[in-house]
């Protein structure tokens, strides 16, 4: 398939975005590609696409299924595996924000707990246990709000980072 220089810029920036963001560069740009292209695509069309081997192609498509962002679909007469992303944006967000806790945020807050009910914790420096447990408070707050913010639907929560700063008119009774 022959991209567009609009898909391709899409493509290209995506997969440098997702280097920044700690994603393999073929990944992101796979999942790039679905998502502009809006229909299911079988591995070899992706592989001749993006010009990588098919074998990367098929590891990359691996890691997105284990995040969750693509999903296997079948053409009838056709044995080949077909693949696909959601195209609603905000369902993509929640999905990478609930994965990305999940894998990363979520152990740092189970750690921090660990460390504090071990009995050895207590013979740290009243400031090393004070910098951990405050720590520890932060990683819970932000964790539940996460957790509030993804019940939220989309128009709900498209409301409220619209509020951004202005929250804080509420908070302060003004």
Do not use: C
């Not at 498509?61 to 969750?68: A, D, F, G, R, T």
């Not at 990363?104 to 189970?110: A, N």
């Not at 009243?126 to 019940?151: A, H, I, K, N, Y």
Request: net charge negative; aromatic share 8%.
């Amino acid at each position: 398939m022959e991209l567009s220089d609009v898909a391709r810029q899409f493509v290209v920036h995506w997969g440098e975005m997702g280097s920044a963001w700690g994603v393999n560069r073929t990944v992101a740009q796979i999942h790039a590609l679905l998502f502009f292209h809006g229909r299911p695509l079988h591995a070899e069309e992706i592989a001749e696409t993006l010009g990588v081997a098919r074998s990367n192609v098929s590891t990359s498509l691996k890691e997105l299924q284990s995040w969750n962002l693509v999903r296997i679909s079948h053409v009838l007469g056709d044995r080949r595996d077909y693949f696909d992303t959601s195209h609603d944006v905000w369902a993509l967000f929640n999905t990478i924000v609930r994965e990305r806790k999940e894998r990363e945020f979520d152990p740092t807050t189970r750690l921090l707990q660990q460390l504090v009910a071990q009995p050895e914790f207590e013979n740290e420096s009243p400031d090393v246990q004070d910098r951990v447990r405050e720590t520890l408070r932060f990683m819970e707050s932000l964790g539940s709000w996460t957790d509030e913010m993804l019940r939220l639907s989309p128009s709900t929560l498209e409301k409220v980072l619209r509020m951004g700063a202005s929250v804080q008119k509420f908070i302060r009774g003004s």
